[in-house]
C-alpha cells in the first residue's frame, strides 16, 4: 500500500493562490491514479481533482475549472494542487488520495488510501 501526506496548506487573502503537495511512500508511486477531495465544516467530502497514474490525463470539479491545476512528479513520487483566484468557499480541508489503478476517479469511495488533510482558509 501507499501512504501519502499532504503540506502546502494555510490561510490566504481571497484572490490569492497556494500550492499544496501530497508526498507518497511505501509502493510505486507510478502505479496509482491520484486525487484531491475537501470537506468543509458541516458538509460532505467532495471531488476535486484527480490524475492518472502517467499524469497525462487529469479531472477537475466544475467549480475549480481554470483556476486549480493538479500534477505529479512520479520521479520525487509527488503530487499537487496549484490553486489560484482563491475564493473564500474553497475553504475547507484537503485531502489527498491514491487508488490502485492507472485511471483516475472521481468518486470518495473509489479511493482506498488517503492523507490526514491540510486546511485552507481563504478570507474575504
Known amino acids: 500500500q501507499v501512504q501519502v501526506v499532504e503540506s502546502g496548506g494555510g490561510l490566504v487573502q481571497a484572490g490569492g493562490s497556494l500550492r499544496l503537495s501530497c508526498a507518497a511512500s511505501g509502493r510505486t508511486f507510478s502505479h496509482y491514479a491520484m486525487g484531491w477531495f475537501r470537506q468543509a465544516p458541516g458538509k460532505e467530502r467532495e471531488f476535486v481533482a484527480a490524475?492518472?497514474?502517467?499524469?497525462?490525463?487529469?479531472n477537475y470539479t466544475d467549480s475549480v475549472k481554470g483556476r486549480f491545476t493538479i500534477s505529479r512528479d512520479n520521479a520525487k513520487n509527488t503530487m499537487y494542487l496549484q490553486m489560484n483566484s482563491l475564493k473564500p468557499e474553497d475553504t475547507a480541508v484537503h485531502y489527498c488520495a491514491g487508488r490502485y489503478a492507472s485511471r483516475l476517479a472521481t468518486t470518495a469511495r473509489e479511493y482506498a488510501y488517503w492523507g490526514q488533510g491540510t486546511q485552507v482558509t481563504v478570507s474575504s
Open positions: 490524475i492518472n497514474w502517467s499524469g497525462d490525463t487529469t
